[in-house]
């Protein structure tokens, strides 16, 4: 495993994703995710991913096509917030948020409180009973921390009898490192 951000969230990834499965990722960007779901869930699952910027379809697109993933994939110009019409309640196996900016990309998109935390509260009903969801939470800089904040403060409210909420942070890391939160849906 990688130390670092990206590395903890593929781990708990590639634990809890099998062959047949249905996923979701909820801010393609570069598309890593995106691809990693694709080689978890097989030729007979299927990975939907959004993203606002047509430049992250594109990149996300580019790297599915280059790994022979293409077909095991929908892509959606959509914001997350809107992922509930596009999934039925109970069937989603792993969401993963990559919360923050694309690199490299324009600069004044990046994730926002309100549309993420309404993604992620739409993101757990969606879940299967024991689906999982991984969140890395960048934060700092233009973007800020209303939607760091705001993540936290809704994630401490979910319902303790239905969900497991496991947040983490890199204790002894200059600067501000990224946050990681890990969800399970009871089965
Ligand atoms: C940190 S990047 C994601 C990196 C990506 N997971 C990867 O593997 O390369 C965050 C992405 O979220 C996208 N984004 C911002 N707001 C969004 C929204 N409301 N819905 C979906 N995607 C959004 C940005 O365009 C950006 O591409």
Redesign the pocket.
Known sequence: MNLNT?GLAHFFIEQHVSPGDLCI??????????ALLCRLVGGRGKVIA????ED?MRQTAELLAREGLSERAELHL????NMAQYAENDTISCI?F??????G?DPQ????AD??VE?VRQGLELLKPGGVMSLSI?YGGPNGYDERDALLAFLRTVDDRRYSVLLSEWANRPGEPPLSAFIWKDA
């Open positions: 990206l990722d909820a801010t393609a960007g570069k598309g890593r995710d995106t959004f993203d606002i910027q992250a959509e914001s997350h917030e993963v990559n919360f923050g900016r694309l690199p990309g998109v990046f994730t926002r549309s993420s993604a960048y």
